[in-house]
Nanobody, 114 residues
């Protein structure tokens, strides 16, 4: 099970830290990703982290502004979002994948507006 939180309303240039609390599986056995979706558009990948070596990947649109991290002891994955832009407004979802197992959490809404 995945539980995303930390979304909210923030002004352009602001920051947020999203959290994805996991339960029911061993976190360090799963690739964890953050995705986002705007109504009427396809869900897009934002960032992911490799379970074995912590290697991270980012979409070009968020490179340098977003940072994904994981705390296996707390079974939680984070997405630090800095210098938020209006185009970052979306529902953000976390995802865990290992082999044929694929879990999604409910989303958390991030709204960037002045």
């Amino acid at each position: 099970q995945l539980q995303a939180s930390g979304g909210g309303l923030v002004q352009p240039g602001g920051s947020l830290r999203l959290s994805c609390a996991t339960s029911g599986f061993t976190l360090d056995e799963y690739h964890i990703g953050w995705f986002r979706q705007v109504p009427g558009k396809e869900r897009e990948g934002v960032s992911c982290i490799n379970p074995s070596d912590g290697y991270t990947t980012y979409a070009n649109s968020v490179q340098g502004r977003f940072t994904i991290s994981r705390d296996n002891a707390k079974n939680t994955v984070y997405l630090q979002i800095n210098n938020l832009k209006p185009e970052d407004t979306a529902v953000y979802y976390c995802n865990a994948v290992s082999g044929f197992r694929n879990y999604w959490g409910q989303g958390t809404l991030v709204t960037v507006s002045s």
